[in-house]
């Protein structure tokens, strides 16, 4: 038995060292390894991305639309059944920038964040009359002791349950935001498109809780304007639609889309001006805008975020309640909104990406950089080390890139070979270490992904460029 | 529609910023705030932290183990059901450092971050044969084409198959180290004891591939050490035993405890040499140890991690290969290795806590700083602006605790019953800006709550302190 945790001597400065934080030095752990300054850089050929599936077979045909295709060809994402996917590491890597995206945006607006159970009770979805509601699109299982349960596919009914449960709110904690990020299910009739519509997948589901109608508009508004922020952020044209509620209830809806041939809803834009709905809420044959009586333009949508004002739907049925300044209780008024994460990193490929190449919003790309080292046996091939210095080079001294940095070290493949597999996985920058390197004042051949913009840079032009990139 | 993407002229600065990366300054989000600097301060009483049950009440007697209690008393859980718990704010702060920590280490021996996901098909458990094996402890349901599945508890399966599907690992990948932390399930008889044995928790497992047994065994000591790293830098007690492989299955297994009585496992530690194993694993009524036949002290354990040398057990069912350098086909041997991440959490208040104050793992601490600020109407109420502008100080000096500092602002109470809240809660610095902060020479009351150990400092002394804080 090992007893790590010393009782330590009076001075403050060896407490904070040895007792209140019990920190080994990462040597430590370096030491297991066999060669400690090898995996220190990262090199692709030990990164897990199957391959085997890289030129186009015959199962790339199945897929039934670009970003499931590009996501299934480089090796981001493999289905485990109908619905269901594993995420690969780069796409986990991706996944996670994106979630820190959303939560420093959720908390920004003064979004806290919870996580609330898979297993919802059936009971309280009986309470908010959802559990027959729902049909065939809730999974529903019963436990050992013969329970019933749903995998939760959103959480009106636990979180407004949960706030009851500590009997009222007081209206100094509110606006009260509360969101989670985790796994939801849905048993979709067909589920297709690859991340787009599967049966288990990411949401961001926030709750917000009010005194009043007025307060709870406010709050609406706020996180309407935080859900643009992460979609301009991430660089994504997108549109937000007046909506309908469907079954989850309240009385104002809207929806963030992105314009795209395979979106599922269909949508209409005034081009006068800003009105714009899904078809859903107009009357059929509607053809001119409610607002301007301009020309409707029909669009496609995939549809990536959803607001509700729900009122007190869930609140009434809930029994949560708030205490105004004078102690008075009130029903407490809700919103409700989503992000479908997995959706929208999906979503994000299929408007950014074209047919042979993916095109990540910058700032979630799983690597800022690659850096394509010379071919072995070639006339550069003394630059081999070059490379390597460059890469150490950049690791030590651009701190935010020191994790965001791949050596393609495939030295028995050309260059040219690589540069197109690289563009092909999208790393932003692409750095090229070629003959030039090996010139008295050494050049590097830098490629911004993007704009397939070219330029040569010198070692220390290159590291204050990328002393810029910004990650998150 | 709001086309956010622009397309740059040439310069490569001009790239960077407007649309590789489009980022918009917080400030724009910041402008929606009603009060934004009084937005930017952490204040204690906008924290969602239910306090209805702070004092003991009667269902806190209904709490089974010491971590249990003091987390609902807190409100840092909530039971949704059995077994099931809402993880409130403090909780998932101090989930998400915990995660990060055990992704470092496990990213430090070449571990890859995958996710898998939560609905298993039946099929592929009927192929390992567990499907019938697991029992009632496995939840089940089938989807809308009456398919059937399993909620996976663990995913030794999936990632075979996953492996499997691909055609066979390179020599070169090897060794082949995937991990994810996810929620899994497990239709416990009577989960109790809180997040000690729940039905949903959050697991870390990993799955490693190799091409002989001997690199296998390599592999299973370098994660054992990671492992052992990760509960030294949590500042843990811990002892590793020799376990029995239950339904997992393999020839060699290791189980990782905290003693406690409220353990679920018997181990028997041996006084004389570094022999300690699981009751489970020994012939009834053995009390000598087999290794020195020193006498063997009996003590209770909860199971924090359990590591399992599988062989070709889950590969030659699927026919996951790998392939040596001469390109020979190989069944690869496999390693699985689970760290109960929830569990570890509570495991961690069981063992450090006493009955009336948490005590953190000081590097997963929700927060690291409390500032308690003084007592409206009070003698030294003057001192309430100096306290906002040393957590202004604070939070704009030591980059690090820039988010992990709270206000508590409740200043209708004495200072003595928040200093008193602040131990019970764990921060593990507390600062009291008191009569003493008004002097010529101001000095503030620096309390380290794992020691109870009180500290007059400076401004200066103080934020010099809180800069060598570590955080994850």
């Not at 060292?17 to 850089?41: E, G, M, N």
């Not at 197109?420 to 010139?439: D, Q, R, S, T």
């Not at 040569?456 to 590291?463: E, K, N, P, T, V």
Request: contains cysteine; neutral net charge; hydrophobic residues 35%.
């Amino acid at each position: 038995m090992s007893r790590i945790r010393t009782f330590p001597s009076f001075a403050m400065e060896s407490l904070l060292r040895s007792s209140c934080q019990v920190l080994l030095p990462s040597v430590a752990t370096c030491k297991r390894l066999h060669d400690c300054a090898k995996a220190k850089r990262r090199l692709l050929t030990r990164l897990y991305q199957p391959r085997s599936l890289w030129e186009e077979s015959s199962s790339d045909n199945e897929a039934t639309s670009r970003s499931q295709r590009l996501m299934i060809k480089a090796g981001l994402i493999r289905s485990s059944g109908p619905g269901c996917f594993h995420y690969l590491p780069y796409t986990v890597r991706a996944m996670e920038k994106l979630i820190r995206l959303i939560d420093r945006e959720m908390q920004n607006i003064g979004g806290q964040k919870i996580d609330m159970p898979t297993l919802c009770s059936a009971a309280l979805w009986r309470q908010s009359e959802r559990w027959d509601l729902m049909g065939k699109e809730l999974f529903r299982l019963t436990d050992r002791h013969n329970l019933e349960y749903c995998l939760g596919p959103t959480h009106e009914e636990l979180v407004t349950h949960l706030v009851s449960m500590e009997g009222g709110i007081n209206y100094k904690e509110l606006p009260l935001l509360l969101y989670q990020i985790t796994r939801k299910f849905r048993d979709e009739k067909r589920p297709c498109f690859g991340l787009l519509r599967g049966r288990e997948f990411y949401m961001k589901d926030m709750y917000t809780f009010d005194l009043s109608e007025e307060a709870a508009h406010t709050t609406y508004r706020n996180v309407c304007g935080a859900y643009s922020d992460i979609f301009k952020i991430l660089g994504l044209p997108f549109v937000k639609v007046q909506a309908d509620a469907g079954n989850i209830g309240g009385t104002m809806s809207h929806e963030f889309h992105l314009p795209a041939n395979i979106g599922e809803d269909k949508l209409l834009v005034c081009g006068n001006c800003d009105f714009s709905a899904n078809v859903e809420t107009l009357n059929k044959n509607e053809i001119k805008c409610p607002s301007c009586s301009g020309a409707l333009k029909e669009t496609k949508g995939i549809e990536i975020g959803h607001t509700f004002y729900l009122g007190t739907k869930y609140s009434r049925v809930f029994k949560a309640i708030c205490y105004d300044s004078q102690g008075k209780p009130i029903t407490t008024e809700m919103g409700c909104y989503g992000i479908g994460v997995s959706r929208l990193l999906a979503a994000s490929l299929e408007v950014l990406c074209n047919d042979d190449d993916i095109h990540w919003p910058g700032i979630i790309a799983p690597y800022q950089v690659c850096l394509v080292s010379p071919k072995k046996g070639s006339k550069e091939a003394e630059a081999i080390s070059v490379a390597e210095s460059l890469y150490d080079e950049i690791t030590q001294n651009v701190v935010q890139l020191r994790d965001e940095t791949v050596m393609d070290d495939r030295d028995n493949l050309t260059i040219g070979k690589r540069v197109k597999e690289a563009h092909m996985m999208g790393y932003p920058y692409i750095i090229v270490v070629g003959k030039k390197a090996l010139e008295n004042a050494p050049l590097f051949e830098v490629r911004c992904h993007h704009t397939r913009e070219v330029q040569f840079m010198s070692r220390s032009g290159l590291i204050d460029l990328l002393r810029s990139v910004e990650v998150i």
